[in-house]
């Protein structure tokens, strides 16, 4: 008997929802090493963990509530990786969005029906418009997306905190932070008294067009076109650096939603904690989820529930909170691997007896 | 403005500019040798930050600096060869193999250090590297103290540019290595291991990304904290883009870096631009970008750069 591998041509579905859960659940199972370091029980450390996540009804709208800017990331990552534009630049995009709709929403001349409008229009278009500078480099100068949109990440950051600390600094705070919004430019909570606010909403909504846009659409057909070879995509006449560069814009906007629903929802103000990386989360998220939109929805929610449980699971046993963090790369690394089932087939074969 | 230059363009500037530049070089090498194989590493931040970590835990309980330099190498060649497992034996893609593997490091580091150190209010910190200057050399005047009155990692970082360039252009498995990295199918037909040549050259990276990493919690800073890296193992990834895969062009590139970088922290402790000290952090990261806009056009990477080698396909 022996064991050998075939190429696949096409992968059946229902991997789509099998490689992620096997990913995960070996992630898990690998990361338990790390609990057992810390010297706390596993069971009970996975128990408090799923507890903190989704124990009673607000613990679980909390994990919506977060699941909110991963989806918009998550999203981000898969319409461009989708196109191969490495937009590793979602967590600055994020933080455009927040500038600009933290700027909007404190407004004093705008009319109250307007604010929170403009804010998603905004930060949306400030997400784009960062997001369109490492397109423009690459494809006029022809340089490396990875490095642009990471080093952008920077500036973007350390430029925020500049104006955090001078001229926009909010008076009134001893600390680096904006001032507030106007209470009209706030989301309006979908669910008194929990934190569930429209930007959970919007997220869900954001996925189902972004799913609508990429499955029919043309550009969204240009876009899987140019991502899965694009010279023969140039030779049926795609546009290749205008799709690059307009996936980059959309993956950009989507970014700039994360940052909106942060500050019309949550914090009502940007500040240098705004984002826990939400930006590079959103690789892990689009990665497990096959860079399908819709799929982004259950993997954020589940990396969500991971970084809410590990708090609550950091308390109840004194693992280091970090555990989110390595989960995240772990299951990006065991996702990758189960993505090879997605390639070839292990066959078992008898040999026939030579003679 | 001439008392600005006057102020910033002294000796300690240039001196500053060394020091700040080697760990960068060292990192940029590692890079180096990583895509002249044929695999763009992009584990470099993850493996920096936890190395640091690795590198600084174990010369804070063991007393010996130098044994956290090569418990920091070891963790890079561990994390080089997982990077190797990932890319080379079962080929996938190199992008998001590198993000996993940075952000698995990254998350053991926070993860290793809270575990090891918990929550002190005062952060641990060791007693870091002195500075070794070289006997005679130093007492040079303007170059002693730029190039000889240093930590003897400096030293040996910038001695490994001949190094690695003599490895590289004049030995059989430099030559190898070029091959692998060009065309691997005539390197296979010539009887190289391309897979083993690619892990050799990412535990290198791996390596030398470790001991860049632990300069940084070791020589230039005493402790390790959560933003020691911030970015700078991203910024060698446009180093090696700028020096042109050529270890000469890549000291070159990292020195740069390294004026840019004190320039900037000369500027900020000087005092005499007012302005808020991030418009100052941002500045190294804005004029990469805009060094790779002017050179990128014109650069050539590896031909195998990002390309997966299966033996059956040709």
Redesign the interface.
């Given at each position: 008997m022996q064991f050998r591998l075939e190429t696949r041509v096409r992968s059946p579905a229902w991997m789509n929802l099998v490689l992620p859960v096997a990913a995960v659940s070996i992630t898990l199972v690998i990361c338990s090493g790390?609990i057992a370091?810390?010297g706390a029980d596993v069971f009970a450390a996975y128990g408090a963990l799923f507890k903190g996540a989704f124990g009673n009804r607000f613990n679980f709208i909390e994990t919506l509530v977060k699941a909110a800017p991963l989806i918009f990331t998550g999203l981000a990552v898969a319409v461009a990786f989708r196109a191969k534009f490495?937009n590793?630049g979602a967590e600055g995009q994020l933080l455009a969005g927040a500038m600009a709709a933290a700027f909007i929403g404190a407004r004093e001349g705008l009319p109250a029906w307007s604010l929170v409008p403009l804010m998603i229009a905004g930060g949306a278009a400030a997400g784009g418009i960062w997001a369109s500078v490492p397109a423009l480099?690459k494809v006029r100068?022809?340089?490396?997306d990875?490095?642009?949109t990471?080093?952008?990440?920077?500036?973007m950051?350390?430029?925020m905190?500049?104006?955090l600390?001078?001229p926009w600094k909010d008076s009134l705070s001893g600390y680096p932070d904006s001032p507030d919004i106007r209470m009209d430019a706030e989301f309006p909570i979908l669910l008194e008294p929990t934190r569930l606010h429209l930007g959970v909403l919007l997220a869900g909504v954001g996925a189902l067009l972004v799913w609508l846009l990429m499955t029919r659409t043309t550009f969204g057909f240009a876009i899987r076109a140019v991502g899965e070879n694009a010279r023969a995509a140039a030779h049926g006449g795609i546009p290749v650096n205008r799709v690059v560069f307009f996936t980059a814009v959309l993956s950009g906007g989507l970014a700039g939603l994360a940052g909106v629903g942060e500050v019309a929802g949550l914090h009502f103000q940007v500040m240098a904690t705004l984002s826990p990386g939400y930006g590079?989360t959103g690789?892990?998220i689009a990665?497990l989820a096959r860079l399908n939109p819709i799929g982004v929805i259950p993997s954020a929610i589940f990396f969500a529930a991971i970084a809410t449980g590990a708090e609550t699971m950091s308390r109840a046993t004194g693992v280091?909170?970090?555990?989110?963090?390595?989960?995240?790369?772990?299951s990006?690394?065991c996702m990758?691997?189960a993505?090879?089932f997605t390639q070839y087939r292990v066959r078992v074969q008898t040999l026939a007896r030579n003679a | 403005m001439s008392d600005i230059f006057e102020q910033i363009f002294q000796i300690g500037f240039f001196t500053a500019m060394v020091r700040v530049a080697t760990p960068l070089l060292l990192a940029t090498l590692g890079e180096m040798f990583s895509e002249r194989s044929g695999v763009l590493n992009l584990g470099i931040e993850g493996i920096m930050l936890l190395a640091a970590m690795t590198g600084f835990s174990a010369g804070y309980f063991s007393g010996s600096l130098w044994l956290g330099i090569v418990v920091a190498a070891m963790t890079g060649i561990v994390f080089g060869a997982l990077m190797g497992l990932l890319t080379v034996t079962l080929g996938l893609s190199q992008h998001v193999s590198g993000l996993g593997v940075t952000l698995l490091c990254s998350g053991l580091a926070f993860f290793g250090y809270r575990l090891v150190f918990g929550q002190p209010s005062q952060p641990p910190n060791v007693a870091a590297f002195e500075s070794a200057p070289v006997p005679l050399l130093s007492e040079l005047p303007v170059l002693g103290p730029i190039l000889f009155d240093h930590v003897t990692l400096v030293y040996l970082a910038f001695l490994l540019v001949p190094v690695a360039a003599f490895v590289l252009y004049r030995t059989p498995w430099g030559l190898n290595l070029r091959t692998v990295g060009e065309n691997p199918h005539a390197a296979a037909s010539a009887g190289v291991s391309v897979a083993w040549k690619r892990y050799q050259a990412l535990m290198i990276s791996g390596a030398l990304f470790g001991i860049g990493g632990a300069y940084f919690s070791l020589a230039q800073f005493n402790a390790f904290t959560f933003g020691v890296i911030s970015g700078r193992g991203w910024v060698c990834i446009a180093l090696v883009v700028l020096g042109r895969w050529d270890p000469w062009r890549c000291a070159f590139a990292a020195l740069l870096f390294g004026a840019v970088d004190a320039l900037q922290l000369r500027l900020q402790s000087s005092g005499v631009i007012d302005l808020p000290f991030q418009v100052f952090l941002l500045l190294p990261f804005l004029i990469t970008v805009v060094a790779m806009a002017l050179v990128a056009r014109n650069a050539r990477a590896p031909a195998a750069l990002l390309l997966p080698y299966r033996k059956e396909e040709r």
């Open positions: 790390l370091a810390a490495w590793i480099l100068f022809k340089v490396d990875v490095v642009a990471l080093m952008l990440n920077f500036v950051f350390y430029g905190m500049a104006l600390s001078g590079y690789i892990v990665m280091p909170v970090f555990f989110a963090d390595v989960i995240q790369g772990a990006l690394i990758l691997v993505l090879l | -």
